[in-house]
């Protein structure tokens, strides 16, 4: 279970959690390659739900390094992450500055940016099969359908 108490006992009681830890590259390369369900939490609340599935072989890891590495602006926490930078008039003065002095940015670039920008903290909990990440996945947004999270689909 993670250390951090921000995480409802019901949802901890749902799952062998993972201890929270930052939402970094190097700690995203020892996730497991698994599925299972992550979490995600800004300023000690939980902001966001999602399930890896095999993935090819890489579960986890490799759902949470496409995050980490901003090959996902269009769908999930990476499209959410963008969104709620680009809402921030200093960090878009800051990609503005860049952008004068002619640093040209990918979208990826942007994207990896935003998710750093939010400074998020994650735990995960494995699963042995995709379909019992689902079952998971869902019982933890069932359980936090009054939470505000970023998630758009519950």
Not at 76 to 99: D, F, H, K, T
Request: hydrophobic residues 40%; charged residues 25%; proline residues 5%.
């Amino acid at each position: 279970m993670p250390e951090d108490a921000s995480l409802p006992t019901v949802v901890a009681s749902l799952a062998s959690w993972s201890r929270w830890q930052p939402f970094t590259p190097e700690v995203i390369r020892q996730a497991p390659v698994l599925p299972g369900v992550y979490l995600f939490q800004q300023d000690g609340a939980l902001v966001y739900v999602g399930r890896a599935g095999e993935r090819s072989g890489k579960g986890l890891r490799g759902r949470l390094t496409i995050y980490v590495s901003g090959r996902a602006p269009h769908s999930g926490l990476g499209n959410l992450a963008l969104e709620r930078a680009l809402q921030e008039p200093s960090w878009l003065r800051e990609r503005l500055e860049e952008v004068e002095a002619g640093q040209t940015l990918t979208v990826q670039q942007w994207s990896r940016l935003a998710v750093e920008r939010a400074a998020l903290r994650v735990c995960w909990s494995t699963t042995s099969t995709t379909e019992e990440g689902a079952v998971l996945e869902r019982a933890v947004l069932d359980v936090l359908k009054e939470e505000r999270l970023w998630n758009r689909l519950r």
